[in-house]
């Protein structure tokens, strides 16, 4: 018989890859701008046709490309931004995985002319389905200018994916708002058939908000103040909103290190911080700028993602809610408006005559928060003595329920039957339901990810297209935004079916489908719960799904990794659902056996 497995041709990966990074318009154009910062542009112009559809050509001043590495920059993995693992920790630019060109030029057709200030010349090359069509020396302003074309023009099923012109404009607004926000020193210009619809020069920080959001009649930014703090651990800058200005259509941004991101943890920090002081269902604007050594946190996020992991939220938390509670004291913002209402936040509330204290700053000179070792164990404690009145944050406290000494740590586990771990402890012997002591734990994982909104995600190759009846079509929508706080992005596909674009990392490579199923099931079980109960449901269900099953046989390693993890649990003994997870074998039942 003849070999199977061979290499997927370069067009054919490059192309599965571009699934994944180039999904739609706006991602294509976040890629291109990126690239533009990172080669040092002053003036960046972007200009689009249907939406993005036809032509999408961002043209830049930049440092441009020699010939060789502009037909280099096309390859997957081709960079000329990092080259060793460590690198990803002293990141600095936007790009440094090397393949949204590759990316780009598997969908599209692509022309690109570049030069270098050195070279008398430039190039041009024309790309079509990663095949590259012409390269020539061109005469060609300094910068780099880059035309996408037809997007999409060989992969039908994204195509049919695109939303309708207004929608894919909004979403390339979105992601250039995104951008030009946090390069204010750069010029930018938005050209969409033809028509100017943005023209921003160069500018301050507050001029370029005041640009994106003002009208002439009254501006923007005085509706702002500042806030700013500086600790040793992260810079934080920007402004925010005042109370009395807070409406339902707020704007809300932050960024890290030039890059926008979402982050529900450090926004609870900014809501806490105001908490008393605005209306029901108001919610103010801000624009907070991040700065912290690249170290501490995690850039290897998805290019298409937007959340992103810091190594000490915990203390940035802290940090960010005392600058703000400043900033809102500073300018006298608190006490002008006295709102009785409950807020609709989970947090702990604190009101108007709680005082605003400023954050005291005066760090331990030594102390080196990007050393590895302090980023991961500087202790949440350590950072609250910092300030004189410590807001109480959800923590999970992982309070073991075993006794310490009932599993001894060096007594050998024994698998019975592929089915139940046995350890011997001080009160008798231990029996552990594996596939239910490893539900529970995943359970708490999953349960503390939809509490915090944090989820890891992992992207799927191609969408995964889940039809519906109308009912449970109907419970899917009402627990949209839960399933996306646990790692699900869904996209509605057709008037009965939704695609799957993204599920939980945690699922690994189990049924996206049949795990949402499940979830919509158990949920309709219990018809009439409220979103709390929710939530535990599709983390019951999803572990469930997840969790290893009866009859796989373990290792003594992996035995005793789930033990030791069960008894980090809230329960170890039942499931949410009642179903027994362990029992104890005492002496006495044995004695009396015999
Ligand atoms: P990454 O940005 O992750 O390095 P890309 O595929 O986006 O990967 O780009 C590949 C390389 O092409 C970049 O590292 C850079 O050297 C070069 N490049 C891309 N766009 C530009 C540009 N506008 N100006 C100068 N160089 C560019
Ligand atoms: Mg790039």
Redesign the pocket.
Known sequence: MSDIIHLLPDSVANQIAAGEVIQRPASCLK?LV???L??GATHIRVIVRDAGRTLLQVV?D????SPT?ARM?FERH????ISQASDLFQLR??????????SICAVAHVEVQ?RRQEDELGTRIEIAGSEVITQEAVQCPVG?N?RVKNLFYNVPARRKFLKTDQTELRNLITEYQRVVLVNPQVQFTFVHNDEIISELPSATLKQRIEAVFGHSSKPYTGQLVDIATETELVHISGFIGKPETAGKNSQQYMFVNGRYMRHPYFHKALMTAYSGMLLPDHSPSYFIYFDIHPDAIDVNIHPTKTEIKFADEQAIFQILLAATKEALGKFNVAPSLDFTTESHLDIPQRTLDTPVVAPRMQLDPHYNPFKAQNVRTASPNGWEQLYERPTNIETIVAEPLFEPSLVVSNTPLMQWDNRYILAPTSMGLLLIHQHRAHTCVLYNVLLEQLKNKQAATQPLLFPEVLELSADDLNTLEQLLPELQNVGFELEQFSPIAYAINAVPALLGQKNASDAIMQVIHSVQDNEGSVTQQWQEMIALGLAEQMAIPQGKSLTELEMRDLVERLQQSSSVRHLPNGQTISIILTHEDVQKRF
């Open positions: 890629e990126e690239n533009s990172d080669a830049d930049g440092k441009g490309m590495d920059a081709a960079t000329s931004k630019t936007m790009g440094f995985r090397g393949e949204a060109l590759a570049t780099t880059m």
